[in-house]
């Protein structure tokens, strides 16, 4: 019995962050827009943009300052991470519908091994490749871009070659004539450095990478040079790796405010918001930690960063906020001013594996108190699932003047 040949997707989001902002926000598809920080939070750089904003040659990491001047008319809309946490996971649902074989590689892209399912609906790569991007455009109101192909490298490759909402196919009768003219920085793995030191050799194009004698680009990069062959030459047969989804380690937010944090009260009003963001996270991962860390960072950009495990493992805002005002309090003083502070949850564990017992001496009224408040945060993340994570804040941290709105880090979208 013959092995069929292997069937490797990857699809990868356009534009991400901006277009997840386009379906809560349609006017922004009319308009160059933006995400990026207020440069009066002291947040104030380029994280992500939609297709008009490119056009005008904004790029991701700009200041706001330099976007403004490259189109005045630009729309700045602030970050909402947990939302783009959970177009993720409707995205990779649907590709889950197809196999089993779903390998996430950043919150915006994803391999899909679907050969061994590709006869349950239809036997057409292409055409099953056009019923996803049709089902994520229709379902979630984002595009995709999709690369067939019977390896990985080429897939990637293949996903990157018509944007947005696209699917490209290579295939062993066409990779040469669509793959190997293309600039060698194009392969996978190939980043500037590698394109330099290729150029300095005429090694211009992937075919000329694929050409180029193995032994030789091993004396030039080591086995990564092998490597580079392999791929440029089609050979790459490395497996989607569905196996544990490469869990989480850990899980963090942070927040530059927009004013230093100089009392205890500052300090409990940034906390909190942040601890929420956290554990609202957990849960929705089903995750709990067993440590907390906090970073914190001073008006002079000098960072300490500080640790300390939780009394029994716990998805609770609650608890988080406990742990890390207790590391803070005892690292920082009232008055120094803190400029920045991240949370961020470690050793984590799926729920049910580190069993959430209280101490057999704790009294109670303790115990009731910790059931009150999952029941009570558990509420809360219904709530936001219909509303939006605004929706329902801790009465700490309503009307703030720290900048404390829904959430937001300078995290670059993935896929700029």
């Not at 160059?32 to 104030?44: K, T």
């Not at 062959?229 to 790459?236: E, K, P, S, T």
Request: one cysteine or more; hydrophobic letters at 35%.
């Amino acid at each position: 019995m013959t092995t069929p040949a292997r069937v490797i997707f990857h699809c990868d989001c356009n534009s991400f962050f901006a277009s997840v902002e386009e379906v809560f926000h349609p006017e922004y598809k009319a308009v160059p827009m933006a995400i990026g920080g207020d440069p009066a939070q002291r947040r104030g750089i380029v994280v992500a943009k939609n297709e008009l904003a490119k056009s005008f040659g904004i790029k991701t990491t700009d200041t706001i300052w330099k976007a403004k001047q490259k189109c005045p008319e630009l729309v700045i809309c602030p970050p909402r991470h947990h939302a783009y946490d959970e177009f993720c996971q409707r995205i990779n649902t649907i590709y889950e519908q197809y196999t089993d074989l779903v390998e996430r590689c950043g919150i915006d892209e994803s391999f899909l091994d679907v050969t061994g399912s590709l006869h349950l609906f239809g036997g057409n790569p292409v055409a099953l490749a056009h019923e996803i991007r049709q089902r994520v455009e229709r379902e979630i109101g984002l595009t995709i871009s999709v690369g067939v192909s019977w390896n990985r490298i080429f897939a990637k490759l293949g996903s990157d070659l018509k944007k947005p909402n696209a699917v490209s196919v290579l295939t062993r009768e066409n990779y040469q004539d669509v793959v190997w003219p293309l600039p060698a920085c194009d392969l996978f793995l190939v980043g500037k450095q590698t394109a330099a030191t290729l150029e300095k050799h005429a090694i211009r194009t992937i075919g000329d990478l694929a050409r180029t004698d193995a032994a030789f680009l091993q004396g030039l990069f080591g086995k990564f040079g092998q490597q580079l062959h392999i791929n440029a030459n089609g050979l790459d047969d490395s497996p989607v790796d569905a196996g544990e989804q490469n869990p989480a380690k850990s899980m963090g937010n942070g927040m530059t405010f927009r004013r230093d944090l100089l009392t205890a009260n500052d300090v409990k009003t940034g906390v909190t918001a942040l601890a929420d963001w956290v554990a609202t996270r957990l849960r929705q991962a089903n995750l709990q930690c067993g440590s907390v860390q906090v970073t914190m960072k001073d008006t002079t950009l000098h960072s300490i960063q500080r640790q300390k495990s939780t009394d029994i493992p716990t998805h609770l805002a609650a608890d988080l906020t406990k742990t890390a005002l207790e590391i803070i309090h005892a690292y920082w003083k009232p008055g120094k001013p803190l400029r920045q502070l991240t949370i961020t949850a470690q050793n984590l564990t799926p729920v049910g594996t580190s069993p959430r017992q209280l101490s057999l001496l704790e009294e109670q009224t303790n115990q009731e108190k910790s059931r009150r408040t999952e029941k009570i945060e558990q509420t809360m993340d219904q709530i936001r699932g219909r509303f939006g994570h605004d929706s329902i804040l801790s009465g700490r941290v309503v009307g703030n003047d720290l900048g404390i709105g829904a959430r937001e880090t300078d995290t670059p979208d993935a896929d700029e």
